[in-house]
């Protein structure tokens, strides 16, 4: 018995290491889930196609976009919203698709057009075993318009978006903004003045499009077109909260309990776990960048 002991010791150190290291590379549980706190919406009750109808199909309450040497195609929300939650589950396609963005975001361009507002989710696309780079970025009054001022963090996923679904999600406020993957909270944005956070009505979009010019390693790798179509399926549709017509004491949504915003401890301590194991950019310590455009950063 004593010597069966023994001879299962190594199985069981290796079972503690490889439980360790499962462990290590997961981010802890947020404990709220604001996900599960909304429902979900069929594409034709809360979307319609914005361009590349014929790159678009829907299939019960999901859609697939796909770009080709022809096009790519985008969709946006039937609603103009002011505040809220903003999600939906994607998946994306594996192999080479350099050049390629996929995406879901904010904006309200086609109101502003050359001063707009926008919040985005985007999938970099890559080449061969390379991992995706999912980049969030905010843009404020025109900042994104002629000379471009980003105020992008940039992450490498913890799991293989290409495997299944999985959701992503914004949640805007007149006090923060807040980047969420399957309801871990990645990166907040608080508001530090009217001129650095984005405050007019914004409509929600996504899109699959041809950004060879910088998406893959600031352009060195291009869109292949041998390896078309492209694709990205998205499902479980969410956009909830105060549209641009609600009324004034309608009560903007939250990321945590706390009705009046935030993150919770556990919330806090995810997210710093994914910004210390999982970004790999912030504009905020790229010392090359004008921080004068950027004030946020200096306080």
Known sequence: MGNSLISLLPVFQFLVLLGSSVNAYWPPSPGYWPSSKVGSLSFYKGFKNLWGPQ???????????????????????????????????????????????????LSNQEAHPGFHDEVDIEFLGTTFGKPYTLQTNVYIRGSGDGKIIGREMKFRL????????????????????????????????????????????????????????????????????????????????????????????????????YRSGGLTRNQYQAMRWVQTHNMIYNYCKDYKRDHSLTPECLR
Not at 77 to 93: D, E, H, M, N
């Open 55 to 105: 790159h678009q199909r829907t299939d019960q309450n999901g859609l697939t976009i796909w770009l080709d040497r022809t096009s790519g195609s985008g969709f946006k929300s039937v609603k103009p919203f002011r505040s809220g939650y903003f999600g939906a589950s994607i998946k994306l396609q594996p192999g080479y698709t350099a050049g390629v963005i996929t995406s879901l975001y």
């Open 158 to 257: 913890w799991f293989d978006p290409t495997s299944g679904f999985h959701h992503y999600a914004i949640l805007w406020n007149p006090r923060e903004i807040i980047f969420l993957v399957d309801d871990i909270p990645i990166r907040r944005y608080p508001k530090k003045s009217a001129a650095t956070f984005p405050l007019r009505p914004m409509w929600l979009y996504g899109s699959i499009w041809d950004a060879s010019s910088w998406a893959t390693e600031d352009g060195k790798y291009k869109a292949d077109y041998k390896y078309q179509p492209f694709t990205a399926k998205y499902t479980n549709f969410k956009a909830i909260g105060c549209t641009a017509y609600s009324p004034a004491r309608c009560h903007p949504v939250s990321a945590s309990p």
